[in-house]
């Protein structure tokens, strides 16, 4: 049973251009989150999703970050226009249900902008 | 506001000692705290877990303290070895959040041969 995958796991982008990450979750999990950790801090929530549904997305910034997690394939985490301050890694989580411990961790994203 | 810490970034052991790394929150109305490992370049992994109604909970070599009134949370690690070393973290689940944790900023433990 394969564990949450992430892709790509190293990104680099120049100022202005759009980054898109993607997460599969385990097989049959369909609750996932996204988090952002800056170097030697700790992790940030970003954004809960279901199926099709955006549940929680208190922690992502208003503008030029979006998600989805369509009803067939990986979630989605987009950054348009991306800036220097974005450069950070960017984990997925799934869960089976909606259980704050049972949440299981990708390897991560790490978005260089340049 | 909402916030997890710890108090030591920090911490050098020997191998085979035993290794206490803490953590202070601010939120009382919190549900769930959660002890995650994460190596370099891993994402976190899933140690142990307590909840708010419990003050001690023990794992495989691991152990953690809840104390709620001083809104203190600790893991203990026996006869710790290399293999331990990475950094800590706790997180939170506030009551009635949508499942989004709150990590503290973490608690890099080395472990001297």
């Known amino acids: 049973n394969a564990g949450v995958m992430q892709n790509p796991r190293h990104l680099v982008r120049r100022r202005g251009q759009e980054a898109r990450l993607r997460c599969s979750p385990m097989?049959?999990?369909?609750?996932v989150y996204w988090y952002r950790q800056l170097p030697e801090e700790g992790l940030k929530f970003m954004v809960y999703?279901?199926?099709?549904?955006?549940?929680?997305e208190s922690g992502m910034p208003k503008e030029r970050f979006s998600a989805e997690f369509p009803k067939e394939g990986p979630s989605i985490l987009r950054i348009q226009q991306v800036v220097r301050g974005d450069s950070a890694a960017y984990f997925c989580?799934?869960?089976?249900?909606?259980?704050?411990?049972?949440?299981?961790f990708g390897p991560g994203t790490r978005l260089t902008v340049l | 506001g909402e916030s997890v810490g710890l108090h030591l970034p920090t911490l050098s052991v020997q191998e085979g000692d035993n290794s206490i790394i803490n953590c202070a929150y601010s939120n009382s109305a919190s549900d769930y705290f959660i002890w995650y490992k994460q190596e370099s370049g891993k994402g976190p992994q899933f140690i142990i877990d307590?909840?708010?109604?419990?003050d001690k909970r023990q794992g495989q070599r691991v152990t953690v303290l809840l104390n709620k009134t001083v809104k203190h949370l600790s893991l203990q690690i026996a006869a710790t070895q290399p293999g331990d070393s990475a950094v800590y973290f706790c997180?939170?689940?506030?009551?009635?959040?949508?499942?989004?944790?709150?990590f503290g900023k973490g608690t890099k433990l080395s472990v001297k041969p």
């Open positions: 997180a939170e689940n506030p009551f009635g959040s949508q499942g989004n944790l709150i």
């Open positions: 307590i909840r708010s109604n419990m």
């Open positions: 097989k049959g999990h369909s609750h």
């Open positions: 999703l279901q199926k099709e549904n955006i549940i929680d």
């Open positions: 989580a799934s869960s089976l249900d909606w259980a704050p411990s049972e949440q299981f």
